[in-house]
Structure formats: structure tokens, C-alpha cells
């Protein structure tokens, strides 16, 4: 693991989000600082730049857990420092009470930790007093209020498109994996094109995962969001695909381990096999439908009902020979469920 790791992300945060965050932080200082005449408003850019967040969702609780932290901080600040003056050993008793008080409290992590840096601000920058500390409050409440106005103003993102083509991408590698497996039911394979195929086919289940997280990011942006009506209808149409096709990966890693597991030079032989392969394709061209249809929603071009789908009827097939017939049940049992969640696509 690499030392950069720990503190640089995959992929850089959207220049968007970045200038909303510089736009939050400068008003809020200019803002606060006319209304409440004295001190730095450092409490009210602190919370305009925390409140900046992805989502409107995320931007109202985090501007809820700053201000509570900051109220309980500065509280617990103003008692102490009246109390026991403003030296060195009461700003760590500050520190320490407001943790204890925190967690006695079962507040979240963020909150707890908006605590105490409220209660160790409030005694190292000011005097402990009850008029500043209801200042520093104010400060707090118009800074993420600010930083809400801002992001609300500024095009609030939408994570609908990634989503889907998470999910595209998907069934795409879903249908590619049918139709591996189909070409290696009807050819003979090596133990290197055994293992090449399962681990091709395992790959699927990192990218249902990343499907389902993309998904339950595109629903957090559309949170409160005044862009989000009209965006919701899609997302629910990538959803539904997503509700398809991802029982289908299960079956499918499940078909290819099997074919691994029990595969013999001899399976092509059997008629029941080639059938298997013929459905198989089928099924993929069935997905790759199902992915088109939803991507000709979301272009508001109407889903296409023009080409039907190719797997149409169940499988009838002869018993197979004792020699493979645990494998070629097994099959049919998968190829069974993917052929019903194809035929309930709507």
C-alpha cells in the first residue's frame, strides 16, 4: 500500500465542486463578518466550506450536525471559561468534557469531533463569554446557511448518468459472459481457458457492487434537489434493469463454476449441451435488448419494441448420459431462472 493512499482519492472532486466551496467559504467571512462586527467570523467560513457537500441531502445534515456541534462546543466552552478562566489546562479540559459529554450523548463521529473543536476554538480565540459564544453560534447557523443557498444556486449535481452507465456496463460484460461460457460449452478447453473463464465471470461481481453504489449515489443527489423530478423516472427505469440482470450474475458465475467444476472433453458431445449454448446466446441477446431499451428511455426516444426477444420458450431437452447428467442439470436449473427474470422484463 502506498504512502499517497491515505490521503489522495481515486479521481479528483469536480472543479464545480470546488468553486462552490470557494464561493461558500468568501461569502460567508464577508457576510458574517458585516453582521456580527468583532471578532474573525472563522466559525461561519468553517461551516460554509463543511456544508458544501455532493448532495442538497448531504449539504442539510451536515449543515444540521455543524451547527449542533458548534452550539454544545461553544456551551460547554463558555461554563468552563467562566468557571475556570481561559489557561492552557482548561482549553484540554474543554477538549476532553466535550468528547465525554459526545459520546455520553451517542453522538456521530462528525458531531462529536464538531464538538470539542468548537469548545477548544471558542476558549483559544476569544473570551469565554455568554455574548460570544451566542455569536459564535450565529456565525455557525448564517455560514451554513450560506453554504446552502450556494449549492441550491449553483446547478446541484445529478449522479444519474454514471449510474447508468455503471449498470450498462454491466450488462454488457453479463452478455459477454454468456456467450463466453456458451463458446466453451461447444469447444474443447484447456485448464488455462477454465480458469480464464471463472475469473472473467467473477469480475462481474466487483462490478455489480460498483452498479449498486452508483445507483445509491445517483438517489442521494436527487435528494431535495430541485433538478430531481424530472431525472427520477430514469433512474428508476436503471434501477429496474439493475433488479434484472444482477440475479442473472449470480446464476451465471454459478453455470461457469459448474462447467469448471465437472468439465470433461466429452460434454460438447451431448445434444442437451449445444441446446444450453444456443439459450445461452440467446439470453445474451436478451440482455443486451434490455440494455438498449433502457438506454433509449433515458434519450427520450421511447423504448424500442421492434425486435423481440430471442428467448421465447423454456428448454426441452433428452436425458442427458450419466456421465455428465449433475453438470447438465445443474445447467438447466440456471438457465431456468435466468429465462424467468428475462421473461418478467416489462
Not at 489557561?87 to 455520553?104: D, K, N, Q
Request: charged content about 20%; overall charge negative.
Amino acid at each position: 500500500m502506498r504512502v499517497t493512499d491515505g490521503f489522495r482519492a481515486s479521481q479528483r472532486s469536480p472543479i464545480l465542486q470546488v468553486g462552490k466551496s470557494a464561493i461558500a467559504t468568501s461569502a460567508a467571512w464577508l457576510i458574517a463578518g458585516a453582521l456580527i462586527p468583532g471578532q474573525p467570523p472563522v466559525f461561519a467560513a468553517i461551516a460554509a466550506l463543511l456544508v458544501v457537500q455532493p448532495s442538497l441531502n448531504q449539504s442539510l445534515m451536515k449543515a444540521i450536525e455543524r451547527s449542533i456541534g458548534v452550539f454544545a462546543g461553544v456551551v460547554i466552552a463558555s461554563i468552563l471559561g467562566i468557571l475556570l478562566g481561559s489557561g492552557t489546562w482548561v482549553i484540554l479540559l474543554a477538549t476532553v468534557v466535550a468528547l465525554l459529554i459526545a459520546w455520553a450523548l451517542k453522538m456521530t463521529a462528525g458531531t462529536a469531533n464538531q464538538v470539542a473543536i468548537s469548545a477548544l476554538l471558542v476558549l483559544a480565540l476569544g473570551t469565554a463569554t455568554p455574548t460570544y459564544a451566542l455569536d459564535r453560534v450565529l456565525e455557525t447557523i448564517i455560514g451554513a446557511v450560506i453554504g446552502i443557498l450556494i449549492n441550491l444556486a449553483l446547478v446541484p449535481p445529478v449522479a444519474v448518468a454514471p449510474a447508468r452507465e455503471a449498470v450498462t456496463r454491466l450488462g454488457d460484460e453479463l452478455a459477454n459472459s454468456l456467450e463466453r461460457l456458451a463458446h466453451a460449452l461447444e469447444t474443447p478447453q484447456s485448464a488455462a481457458d477454465l480458469d480464464g473463464l471463472l475469473v472473467e465471470a467473477r469480475l462481474m461481481r466487483p462490478m455489480r457492487d460498483a452498479a449498486d453504489k452508483a445507483i445509491e449515489v445517483a438517489i442521494e443527489s436527487l435528494s431535495l434537489n430541485p433538478r430531481g423530478r424530472r431525472h427520477r423516472e430514469d433512474l428508476a427505469a436503471v434501477q429496474a434493469l439493475l433488479d434484472r440482470t444482477g440475479p442473472i450474475v449470480t446464476q451465471t458465475v454459478g453455470m461457469t463454476r459448474a462447467f469448471c467444476d465437472h468439465y470433461d472433453a466429452t460434454i460438447a458431445d451431448e445434444t442437451a449441451v449445444q441446446a444450453i449454448a444456443e439459450q445461452l446466446r440467446r439470453a445474451a441477446h436478451d440482455v443486451r435488448l434490455e440494455v438498449r431499451r433502457t438506454d433509449a428511455a433515458a434519450d427520450a426516444a421511447g423504448r424500442d419494441e421492434s425486435e423481440p426477444a430471442a428467448l421465447t420458450a423454456p428448454l426441452r431437452v433428452s436425458a442427458p448420459s450419466r456421465d455428465h447428467w449433475v453438470l447438465i442439470g445443474s445447467l438447466l436449473e440456471d438457465l431456468r431462472r435466468i429465462h424467468e427474470a428475462l421473461e418478467n422484463t416489462a
